[in-house]
Antibody, heavy 120, light 106 residues
Framework: QVQLVQSGAEVKKPGASVKVSCKASGYTFTSYYMHWVRQAPGQGLEWVGIIKPSDGSTAYAQKFQGRVTVTRDTSTSTVYMELSSLRSEDTALYYC?????????????WGQGILVSVSS | IQMTQSPSSLSASVGDRVTITCRASQSIDNYLNWYHHKPGKAPKLLIYAASSLQSGVPSRFSGSGSGTDFTLTISSLQPEDFATYYCQQSYSSPRTFGQGTKVEIK
C-alpha cells in the first residue's frame, strides 16, 4: 500500500534552518512528482515546492525562492525539504503529497504532516 | 492562477445538501481538484479532474464545472463531513489552493 511517512516534529530558533523528510513506499518512486504544502495556524493550504524524483528537477513558490531546497534520494525513495532563515511565520504543519507524472493531476496521497515550530 | 471559494464558512445540519463553489482567475479546463481536511490530519482527495470521484470516496460527494467555475456538492451531509474543503487547480504551476470553506454543525 502507498505510504508517505514524514519525519518528526522540529523546534527551531529564528534564523536557523530545518530539514524534514518524506519517505515513500508502495509505488514506483520515480513515476510521481512530490510536492510540499504547508498550513500555518489558522490559515489555509499553501503550496511550497515540487520535485520530479526521476531527474531531480524542482520548482518553488515565489515567496520561498532562495530559502527552500527540495532534494531526493532515489536509493531510499525519500524526499527532503530544507527551509532556511526561519522566521516565526514559518511555524506550520508541512505535508508532502504525491502527484502522478502526466494526467490527471491530483495529490492522491499525503504524508501525515510535520509540525515545524519557530520560536526564540 | 488565483482560486476563490465561496462561502468561506457555512453551518449545516446532518442530512442537508451542501454546495461549495470555486472560481479560477483564468480558464483551467477541468484541472480542478477538491480536498477535505480535518485539523491535525492529512488532507484527503475527494474529486479530481473536476468531476471524477476518487476511489473509496462516498457517492454523496460530486463535482461539476469547467473553465473557471466549479462546484462541489455533498448530497446528504454526514457527521464525518464536518471539515474544511479546499479546491485546487492543477492546470499550471504553482498548484494554487482556494482559501477553504469550513463546514460547521448548525
Amino acid at each position: 500500500q502507498v505510504q508517505l511517512v514524514q519525519s518528526g516534529a522540529e523546534v527551531k530558533k529564528p534564523g536557523a534552518s530545518v530539514k524534514v523528510s518524506c519517505k515513500a513506499s508502495g509505488y514506483t518512486f520515480t513515476s510521481y512528482y512530490m510536492h510540499w504544502v504547508r498550513q500555518a495556524p489558522g490559515q489555509g493550504l499553501e503550496w511550497v515546492g515540487i520535485i520530479k524524483p526521476s531527474d531531480g528537477s524542482t520548482a518553488y513558490a515565489q515567496k520561498f525562492q532562495g530559502r527552500v531546497t527540495v532534494t531526493r534520494d532515489t536509493s531510499t525513495s525519500t524526499v527532503y525539504m530544507e527551509l532556511s532563515s526561519l522566521r516565526s511565520e514559518d511555524t506550520a504543519l508541512y505535508y508532502c503529497a504525491r502527484e502522478i507524472v502526466g494526467a490527471p493531476r491530483q495529490f492522491d496521497y499525503w504524508g501525515q504532516g510535520i509540525l515545524v515550530s519557530v520560536s526564540s | 492562477i488565483q482560486m476563490t471559494q465561496s462561502p468561506s464558512s457555512l453551518s449545516a445540519s446532518v442530512g442537508d445538501r451542501v454546495t461549495i463553489t470555486c472560481r479560477a482567475s483564468q480558464s483551467i479546463d477541468n484541472y480542478l481538484n477538491w480536498y477535505h481536511h480535518k485539523p491535525g490530519k492529512a488532507p484527503k482527495l475527494l474529486i479530481y479532474a473536476a468531476s471524477s470521484l476518487q476511489s473509496g470516496v462516498p457517492s454523496r460527494f460530486s463535482g461539476s464545472g469547467s473553465g473557471t467555475d466549479f462546484t462541489l456538492t455533498i448530497s446528504s451531509l454526514q457527521p464525518e463531513d464536518f471539515a474544511t474543503y479546499y479546491c485546487q487547480q492543477s492546470y499550471s504551476s504553482p498548484r494554487t489552493f482556494g482559501q477553504g470553506t469550513k463546514v460547521e454543525i448548525k
